[in-house]
């Protein structure tokens, strides 16, 4: 799986944005995706997950009732809709692939295994 997110940018704190991830390869339906993030001098950090299906999602406790993941299967595309951003959300976010199939939720860095380029998101205060 191919993958491309989009959607980053510049917003002030208490603002929203939604994230793409273009995925191209036929396994895309079958697959749990995911929504990392990374901010300078830290370590890759999970942020939220769903299932194949798009019935089953799981986030970090730091954006639990802010963020909301997504899918469109027939599309090929996964969202991540930011509400109430934070300066500590700053970061390049990366959607992920994973692995793995059959196993709920997956959560860490290794169980995903295609990876796109991120997009930067800037969390003024």
């Known amino acids: 799986v191919q993958l491309q997110a989009s959607g980053g940018g510049l917003v002030q704190a208490g603002g929203s944005l939604r994230l793409s991830c273009g995925a191209s390869?036929?396994?895309?339906?079958?697959?749990?995706m995911g929504w990392f993030r990374q901010a300078p001098g830290k370590e890759r950090e999970f942020v939220a997950t769903i299932s194949w299906s798009g019935q089953n999602t799981y986030y970090a406790d730091s954006v639990k009732g802010r963020f909301t993941i997504s899918r469109d299967n027939a599309k090929n595309q996964v969202y991540l809709q930011m509400n109430n951003l934070k300066p500590e959300d700053t970061a390049e976010y990366y959607c992920?692939?994973?692995?793995?199939?059959?196993?709920?939720?997956?959560?860490?860095?290794?169980?995903?295994?295609?990876w796109g380029p991120g997009t930067q998101v800037t969390v003024s205060s």
């Open positions: 390869g036929h396994t895309f339906g079958n697959i749990a």
């Open positions: 992920a692939a994973s692995r793995y199939s059959g196993i709920w939720p997956m959560f860490r860095v290794r169980d995903f295994g295609s």
